[in-house]
């Protein structure tokens, strides 16, 4: 079995990406399982099989103790915390080959908390992999890119699972801006020259910094393009997934 924990900005597509890459799954035949982690959605795209809100109620929570929304998901996430034995237990349980786990909507809850790396690490001992999304709309400009890097870095550290960086609603943008974007991704002398052209004066100045610092970590970015309407790029999702939990093997054998 292997866990797939699917995070990124609030509305960058995680659950629609959950609900596209499950189905894209299932027609290949492989044994997929989708747990909801996120206590605050309304509506979902998918069928969950396993569901937080079955274990915590963000409206109950508001009520009981008088909080705000966000009082709330933050208790709600502590709350989560100590119930992770139980659906640690329904994932087990089910024993698919592949769990999808769609996170909360604000990335910030779940990354950034205690709460997130230690229901991470407690809700399997299975191999594990983070696809973090890169929202395509909003990485257009180079500022935007250079800040979601800084984000993606900071939930690899906080994580320290194998992460797959993907270009999410790729449809929303042409096929020369997709490949602007993933050039920045793979070549920092690519993004460089774009800060150099569309930015100017201390924007320019700290996305060349900024844009730096996060290359001397050494860490890779390369970002694989996906429509979650269209379903393009996700047999190039699946391929670097199945690289990083299964050395190359289909999930099943
Ligand atoms: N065109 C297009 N729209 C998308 C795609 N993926 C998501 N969307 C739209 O983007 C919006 C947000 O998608 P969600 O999947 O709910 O995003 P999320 O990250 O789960 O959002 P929260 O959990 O609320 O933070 C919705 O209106 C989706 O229909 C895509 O691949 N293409
Ligand atoms: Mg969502």
Not at 101 to 118: H, I, K, N, Y
Not at 226 to 247: C, F, I, W, Y
């Amino acid at each position: 079995m292997f866990i797939v924990f699917i995070i990124g900005t609030a509305g960058s597509g995680k659950s629609v990406l959950t609900a596209a890459f499950s189905n894209w799954l299932k027609m290949q035949e492989q044994d997929v399982a989708i747990v909801n982690l996120d206590p605050g959605c309304l509506n979902l795209p998918y069928t969950a099989d396993v569901d937080v809100r079955d274990y915590v109620n963000v409206s109950s929570i508001m009520d009981e103790y008088g909080l705000g929304p966000n009082g709330a998901l933050i208790m709600a996430a502590d709350l989560i915390a100590e119930e992770i034995d139980k659906i640690g237990a329904e994932i087990e349980a089910l024993n698919p080959d592949i769990v999808l786990v769609d996170t909360p909507g604000q990335m910030e809850l779940f990354a950034f908390r205690a709460s997130g790396p230690f229901i991470v690490s407690e809700i399997s001992k299975e191999p594990k992999a983070i696809i973090y999304l890169f929202d395509a709309v909003f990485c257009l400009n180079p500022l935007n890119y250079v800040s979601n890097l800084f984000l993606s870095a900071a939930v690899y550290n906080r994580f320290l699972v194998p992460q797959i960086h993907v270009l999410s609603k790729c449809d929303l943008i042409s096929q020369d801006e997709v490949n602007s974007v993933v050039d920045w991704s793979a070549s920092p002398k690519a993004l460089e020259h774009a800060i150099e052209e569309k930015l100017e004066g201390t924007r320019r100045l700290l996305s060349r910094n900024m844009m730096k610092a996060i290359y001397s970590l050494g860490t890779r970015f390369l970002l694989i393009p996906v429509s979650a309407k269209t379903n393009e790029g996700l047999v190039n999702l699946n391929m670097a997934l199945e690289r990083v939990l299964a050395r190359g093997e289909k999930y099943t054998y």
